[in-house]
């Protein structure tokens, strides 16, 4: 079996990235590795280098690991820790964040490798809801 895509998603709030963790752990598989990276180093709003770059390693299974930021700061936040430390196999995804989570948690779940996990991601944009 194929190590399994690594999924990071990266907001201002850490209650709302937990809230949006809590949500896709229960729609997804247990199997699909996941961390948040909310708030400030100290609890407020805002986005850390130091958490985000965190999130990464604990994500990290080896099979890649997508990125998804809400907005804002959090993305370029997100793309300085990548521009530091590039690596092929961590991509920055712009999506909707929650239903690109969902769509990428879903996708990792199934086995399916990075550039499927991001590609999930980021058509989760055309998916309507009305």
Same mark, same amino acid.
């Given at each position: 079996?194929?190590?399994?895509?690594?999924?990071?998603?990266?907001?201002?709030?850490?209650?709302?990235?937990?809230?949006?963790?809590?949500?896709?752990?229960?729609?997804?598989?247990?199997?699909?590795?996941?961390?948040?990276?909310?708030?400030?180093?100290?609890?407020?709003?805002?986005?850390?280098?130091?958490?985000?770059?965190?999130?990464?390693?604990?994500?990290?299974?080896?099979?890649?690991?997508?990125?998804?930021?809400?907005?804002?700061?959090?993305?370029? /936040?997100?793309? /300085?820790?990548?521009?530091?430390?590039?690596?092929?196999?961590?991509?920055?995804?712009?999506?909707?964040?929650?239903?690109?989570?969902?769509?990428?948690?879903?996708?990792?779940? /199934?086995?399916?490798?990075?550039?499927?996990?991001?590609?999930?991601?980021?058509?989760?944009?055309?998916?309507?809801?009305?």
């Amino acid at each position: 079996m194929n190590a399994p895509v690594g999924i990071v998603l990266v907001s201002h709030s850490a209650e709302l990235v937990g809230g949006l963790r809590e949500l896709v752990e229960q729609i997804g598989s247990s199997t699909v590795p996941l961390a948040v990276a909310g708030g400030t180093d100290d609890g407020r709003i805002g986005t850390s280098y130091d958490l985000v770059l965190a999130a990464i390693g604990r994500a990290d299974r080896g099979g890649g690991v997508v990125v998804l930021p809400d907005l804002g700061s959090s993305v370029l /936040t997100a793309r /300085t820790v990548l521009e530091d430390h590039p690596r092929a196999d961590v991509l920055i995804v712009d999506a909707p964040f929650v239903e690109g989570a969902v769509a990428a948690v879903v996708t990792a779940a /199934t086995g399916a490798d990075l550039a499927a996990v991001a590609d999930a991601a980021k058509e989760a944009r055309h998916v309507a809801k009305l």
